[in-house]
């Protein structure tokens, strides 16, 4: 081993307002559609946000990601078009109340935002045989939300919102970003400077699902498995106080 791949991290102690810096941001995150500012990131501030999502885990450090920023006007009019045929598709999906409570929703702020960031995974990144990724080739796409999610938070912790956005054929956004067959669109995101966070989920305001009991979805040693109560207790009263914004 190098000295340089033997070397600790130094102060590796984290402060309580660190702690609490980190579920702050956590718990703040939104995803955000309408609210966007018009105004420019810095570069110095993207380029803070991309080394983040850089920072990523990833399968094998295989670093299946790209970042392909959309800034022009002209692609960024065809996405939307891509958008708007998907979201009819989508809603016809949905019957009687919920179709017309689906079209209600602003789902994208494509060209609100001042800039978009597509989030790609090459799948050919580290050759045919990845570390970690033999038996379940799908790993190299989960690395990449990692990316997106780190990417998401650092957002949030430099005051800038996101919004991601899914309801757009797969086949359209590849060809509109001219992507190679071995390269999937992960994420398509928008982002930048907010008017305000809301404090919840707006699919949660407008009454399209609620946040699930946390201590439903935790049980002992296989799927469904028993529960612990004294856990129970605690999952659910920690879930109380971030809903009460009190961690926050
Ligand atoms: C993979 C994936 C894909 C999408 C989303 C998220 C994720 C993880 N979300 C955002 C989603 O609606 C939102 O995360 C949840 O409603 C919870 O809200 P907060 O993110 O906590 O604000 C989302 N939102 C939206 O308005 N249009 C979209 O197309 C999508 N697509």
Redesign the pocket.
Known sequence: MTDQAAAIQGDDSLSEADRLGLYRVLLS???V?GQFLPDPIPDEVLARILVAAHHAPSVGFMQPWSFILVRSPEVRERIKNAFAKANDEAARMFEGEAQSTYRS????GILESPINICVTCDRDRAGPVVLGRTHIPTMDLYSTVCAVENLWLAARAEGLGL?????ISEPALKEILGLPDHVVPV?YLCLGRVSHF?AQ????TKGWRKRLPLADLVSLDRWEGPRDEDLGKALTEAQDKAERGEIV
Request: aromatic letters at 10%.
């Open positions: 995150r939104r995803d559609r929703l602003k789902l994208e919004g991601w956005v899914s309801i994420a809301f989920p707006e699919l949660e």
